[in-house]
């Protein structure tokens, strides 16, 4: 059976920090084709997770290595 993720955040300074830590991560000068993510399983972590998906969707990008927990929103990033 698949993993069961634990629920994204849902408290505002959370939200906020993902967001921030998301955008830190985005403008890194790292966050290329091919780079490396390594996140944990804490509803802010998760909802990092999240928001770079939809980054690297933007940039029809993948990421060579990437490792959480691996709840259920690590493993659908390896899937997609």
């Known amino acids: 059976p ?3 993720a634990p ?3 849902s408290h505002p ?6 967001r921030r ?3 830190v ?3 890194s ?3 290329n084709e091919g780079f490396s993510l390594q996140t944990g399983t804490g509803g802010a972590s998760l909802a ?7 980054k690297m969707r933007s ?3 993948v990421a060579n290595f990437a490792l959480g927990g691996l709840p259920a929103t690590m493993v659908g990033l390896h899937d997609k």
């Open 59 to 61: 940039r029809n990008s």
């Open 2 to 4: 698949r993993a069961r």
């Open 48 to 54: 990092v997770t999240r928001v770079l998906e939809d």
């Open 29 to 31: 000068g790292a966050f």
């Open 21 to 23: 830590a998301s955008e």
């Open 7 to 9: 629920p994204l955040t």
């Open 13 to 18: 300074p959370q939200r906020r920090s993902a």
């Open 25 to 27: 991560i985005a403008h």
